[in-house]
């Protein structure tokens, strides 16, 4: 029987490739994102037969509800949410971040990925399903002007350890995916679209690609129905920790 997922994010990066990771598997997919032509370029590649697009801002709840009314029969049934919608903005210390930025990130990270689970965990439940929520590294190592991004991802890890708790019973898995260094257009968004920014901290790194990300996505969901990850942080090999730091001034 063919499956079907709901990606959020599917524009670019981890959702894309989740979405074309899935489908080359026979899936079908509901691919989200606010960029219609990048939905309607996945459309041309997949076919319409195995994706739905999606043009809505998760921010936007009224359309959000819209589209989720307008899924068509053949992609009702869902076997598996993928939260992955995200976002950094900027990377200044607390003391001079903009608070607009701190906003957008919550809605979109948090408040959009709350309000769509909530809607969708009826479906899930009555398929036995999964959710698979993106999180980041930085729910769990603070860094230099991670603050709000990083609150918001501690926050989707730990909601999805209150899902498990919740939906014990229900036979819907939960898993939290908690990637490092990856290559895609995050940094141009962190950086207002500044690709000399992102280029450079990319570069000689060898970082992980949104391949390797829905590679993981797809073990994680594929596994036998009785096994839950509830967790997996992964990073390049060229990516690591840094240590605490002491100001010697005070
Ligand atoms: P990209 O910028 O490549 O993709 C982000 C996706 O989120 C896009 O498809 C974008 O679609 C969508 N999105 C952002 N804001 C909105 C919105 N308001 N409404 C609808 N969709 C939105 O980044 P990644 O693929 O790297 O990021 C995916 C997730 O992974 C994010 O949650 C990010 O925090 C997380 N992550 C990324 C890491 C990295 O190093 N790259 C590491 C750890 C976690 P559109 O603009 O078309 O709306
Ligand atoms: C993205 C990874 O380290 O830039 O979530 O915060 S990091």
């Known amino acids: 029987m063919t499956k079907t997922l709901l990606v959020t994010g599917a524009t670019s990066g981890f959702g894309r490739a989740t979405v074309e990771r899935f489908v080359s598997a026979g899936w079908r997919a509901i691919a989200c994102g606010r960029r219609a032509d990048r939905l309607a370029e996945l459309v041309a590649a997949l076919g319409p037969e195995k994706i739905h697009p999606c043009a809505f801002d998760v921010r936007d709840e009224a359309a959000m509800r819209a589209a989720l009314e307008a899924i068509p029969a053949p992609f009702a ?4 949410l ?3 919608a995200g976002l950094a903005l900027g990377t200044a210390p607390a003391q001079h971040a903009d608070l607009a930025q701190w906003r957008q990130m919550i809605d979109t990270n948090v408040t959009a990925l709350v309000t769509l689970t909530h809607a969708l965990l009826p479906r899930l439940i009555e398929r036995r399903g999964a959710i698979v929520n993106v999180s980041s590294v930085a729910a769990t190592y603070p860094y230099l002007g991670g603050n709000v991004y990083g609150g918001t991802k501690a926050f989707v890890s ?6 498990r708790s919740d939906l014990h019973g229900t036979g819907v898995r939960v898993t939290t995916i908690e990637p490092g260094l990856a290559e895609t257009e995050f940094t141009l968004v962190r950086t207002g679209g500044n690709r000399e920014a992102s280029d450079t901290l990319y570069a000689g790194t060898s970082p992980m690609t949104g391949a ?3 590679e993981c996505i797809w073990w994680v969901a594929n596994l036998p129905s009785h096994l839950n990850i509830n967790r997996v942080e992964l990073m390049p090999v060229s990516q690591s920790f840094a240590g605490f730091q002491v100001a010697r001034t005070l």
């Open 77 to 80: 049934d869902l076997d598996l």
């Open 82 to 84: 993928v939260n992955n």
């Open 158 to 163: 730990q909601l999805s350890l209150g899902l």
């Open 212 to 214: 390797d990300i829905a």
